[in-house]
């Protein structure tokens, strides 16, 4: 009789140390199955933080695109604008010296106040002109006019004092003036007078 009541104890702890191996296997799947999710949620946390990321960065970048587009925009219109000045100055100004083409040195009537193209008495023409023709009065007696802007060039003419003469250009202390109809030379502006 002994042998069975054994037989009844040791199944009795073998039932017992399988009902502790099922308690601790379900409390360790608890503790997996919690840690498990806490860690999807935070992934999924963390997902949607990106996701909010991702979609501010989208609208940023396409306000960016959008202002990149205005100031091209706004570049292209001013080049345009930039472009019609630099020919309207041209219309306005003669073109600069230029040592590869002597011709446009010489200014032409299109670019400046006065058309110098056909003047033959002129030694040498301005290649910058005033933006209006500027009125003098001659403060001195028989006052010379030359071809060039100065005293070793050819005399044209002499004018009286107190004559009104129109400059147009200056070239150091000389000033291009016309003294008669279409008729144009060089004069020293320390003998005339701004009006």
Do not use: C, H
């Not at 037989?7 to 073998?14: A, D, E």
């Not at 860690?39 to 959008?66: G, H, P």
């Not at 930039?82 to 041209?90: K, N």
Request: aromatic share 8%; proline share 4%.
């Amino acid at each position: 009789m002994d042998e069975p009541r054994r037989s009844g104890t040791v199944l009795k702890v073998v039932l017992i140390i399988i009902t502790i191996i099922a308690v601790v296997a379900a409390v360790a799947m608890g503790l997996l199955f919690y840690n498990a999710k806490s860690s999807v949620d935070s992934f999924r946390e963390r997902n949607d933080a990106l996701s909010d990321e991702l979609k501010k960065a989208q609208a940023q970048l396409a306000q960016i695109d959008t202002e990149r587009a205005d100031y091209e925009q706004q570049i292209t219109s001013l080049t345009q604008q930039l472009q019609d000045a630099q020919e309207q100055l041209e219309l306005m100004v003669p073109p600069v010296n230029d040592p590869d083409n002597p011709d446009a040195n010489q200014p032409s009537g299109g670019n400046a106040l006065i058309d110098l193209s056909n003047n033959k008495d002129l030694a040498v023409k301005p290649t910058s002109f005033f933006d209006a023709g500027v009125d003098y009065t001659v403060s001195v007696k028989g006052l010379n006019v030359r071809s060039g802007p100065g005293t070793t060039y050819k005399a044209l003419a002499s004018i009286n004092q107190n004559s009104t003469v129109t400059a147009y250009a200056e070239d150091d202390d000389w000033l291009l003036i016309s003294y008669k109809d279409n008729a144009y030379g060089w004069v020293k502006s320390s003998f005339v007078t701004k009006k």
